[in-house]
């Protein structure tokens, strides 16, 4: 998939993306969406990323998804009013993230599948809210902000938004794989 250059193609990428993700979870039913994750322990042993294990369910995936819309909503809103945060809260930053990423999924223990849902849904329309706020040289030109550093405020919402949707539809359509050979 080609990364998104434009406000416009990023626009037209999360939608489609979050289409994408939600398709994939309305085939299945309301009792696999429910299911733990069945990846096996062979299957783990291929992959090398932590969020094959820490993840056990559809809710922990949408969850994921949520609370990294409420770090970019926070980041955006505070920088753009000019409270100057860091895009990670403390003390955590791109070397350690992987535990902030484990305490959201604690944090969420409770919540059930509709909420996280919910909450993912929400989360998404105020993503497309930030997206149509701003112009296509805020979002794609560099040091258009001090607190994006070198990279454009696009290249954020794209890791937030498609490159993240896209992430979940493959994690999910792999448990569908799983649930259609039961």
């Known amino acids: 998939m080609v990364r998104p250059k434009s406000k416009e193609s990023l626009w037209q990428q999360a939608e489609e993306n979050f289409d994408k993700l939600q398709n994939t979870i309305n085939q299945m039913t309301l ?12 299957f ?8 094959w294990r820490r993840d056990g369910n559809l809710r922990d995936v949408l ?16 920088n753009s009013q000019g409270q100057s945060i860091p895009f990670l809260p403390e003390p955590y930053n791109w070397k350690n993230y992987s535990q902030m ?27 497309m809210a930030i997206i149509k706020r701003y112009s296509n040289e805020q979002l794609f030109e560099k040091q ?5 550093g070198s990279t454009t405020l696009g290249s954020y919402v794209i890791s937030a938004t498609s490159s993240h949707y896209d992430w979940a539809n493959k994690k999910l359509k792999q448990q569908l794989k799983l649930l259609k050979r039961k």
């Not at 783990?44 to 969020?51: A, G």
């Not at 969850?63 to 505070?78: G, N």
């Open 31 to 42: 009792e696999q969406q429910l299911e733990p994750f069945g990846f096996t322990e062979d």
């Open 101 to 127: 990423n484990v305490e959201f999924v604690t944090k969420h223990q409770e919540t059930s599948l509709s909420e996280a849902k919910e909450l993912l849904a929400t989360s998404h329309q105020q993503m």
């Open 44 to 51: 783990l042993m291929t992959k090398k990323e932590s969020h």
């Open 63 to 78: 969850i994921h998804l949520y609370e990294w819309h409420q770090l970019f909503l926070k980041w955006e809103s505070a």
């Open 144 to 148: 258009q902000y001090s607190w994006t």
